[in-house]
């Protein structure tokens, strides 16, 4: 089959010929916009809940390219036979509350009839084409800060299954209703070469992306890495979602892990993530400064996780 012809254009600073986590084209020499979109499934009954998670989610790619989001429209996915439009609205609300949290206006979106619920947003923002963080500009040497933990993928699962308390459910739904915007302050006062978001493909899939074509290999504590303390357990139990399968499958040959990792905490390195937290690659000099202003800023589990080396492109984990 013939590849796709994309077009070209010298503005497009960040496009498919380099994917991150967002596109970013650039309208003056001092200005360029970032755009975004996601949306996605209920992860909660709260259809509130639903709504602020699924646009924290959206926000997180202009955060971790540097941008400040200025714009929001609704994509919405309602069965109108089936749920009652009071769902739509809170779904709506939930969202709309994160818009202006993030200092951002709604202007516009668009519905359809589907068969199930599904919510996000498209999202454009502001940056400066001289202080765009891409995925894949690691430098030997510095440090990788990871700002939220994992396991919301196995704790969502394990909400499914009946299993998770209440507490827990709580725990990890504010969690994923957190913006990313303060973090990514914080990371505009100091020298950082590389952003990403955790989100589908886990940390270690996040983290092959960073490395792939980069010229650089990172190496990863595990110990280090924080992680929800009742997704360790629900993880040991077997509650994994499939997206964690299907991320080890496929990432699997760019990591090496250390004996000394045991397999519960390997597979909640590959778990997928609901909007997860930013992981910065940041000189090393200023890491500690960095996690100090974040842990002040209430990200308090934010957490040096590793660092940057140069040569094979490869993800070791010990």
Do not use: W
Not at 195 to 201: E, L, Q, V
């Amino acid at each position: 089959m013939r590849g796709l012809e994309i077009p070209e254009n010298a503005n497009v600073l960040v496009g498919l010929g380099k994917a991150d986590d967002a596109g970013v084209y650039r309208i003056s020499d001092d200005l360029a916009i970032i755009q975004t979109v996601d949306f996605f499934t209920p992860v909660t009954d709260d259809p509130y809940l639903f709504g602020q998670i699924a646009a924290a989610n959206a926000f997180s790619d202009v955060y971790a390219m540097g941008g400040e989001p200025k714009t929001a429209m609704n994509l919405v996915g309602f069965p109108s036979e089936d749920m009652d439009i009071s769902v739509l609205r809170r779904v709506i609300e939930g969202g709309l509350d994160k818009i202006t949290e993030a200092g951002a206006v709604l202007v516009g979106g668009h519905t359809l009839e589907d068969a199930e619920l599904k919510y996000g947003l498209s999202v454009m923002g502001f940056i400066s084409p001289d202080k765009i963080l891409t995925k894949k500009n690691l430098e030997s040497g510095c440090r990788l800060i990871l700002t939220k933990p994992l396991g919301t993928g196995v704790i969502n699962t394990a909400i499914k299954g009946g299993l998770a308390s209440k507490e827990v459910e709580e725990t990890v739904s504010r969690l994923m209703a957190a913006l990313n915007k303060e973090a990514a302050e914080i990371m505009k006062r100091h020298t950082v070469c590389a952003c990403t978001d955790i989100t589908g493909f886990g940390l270690l899939g996040h983290l092959s992306e960073m490395t792939k074509g980069s010229g650089h290999g990172v190496r990863i504590s595990a110990d280090q890495t924080p992680i929800i303390p009742e997704a360790l357990e629900y993880a040991g139990m077997g509650m994994l979602p499939g997206g964690a399968f299907k991320n080890r499958a496929f990432y699997k040959s760019m990591v090496s892990f250390s004996r000394d990792v045991d397999p519960t905490t390997r597979d909640l390195l590959f778990d997928p993530q609901t909007s997860g937290g930013l992981l910065i690659c940041v000189k090393a000099d200023e890491a500690q400064d960095m996690i100090r202003e974040l842990m002040d800023a209430g990200i308090t589990d934010a957490a040096d996780i590793g660092e940057a080396v140069a040569g094979d492109e490869k993800i070791e984990v010990f």
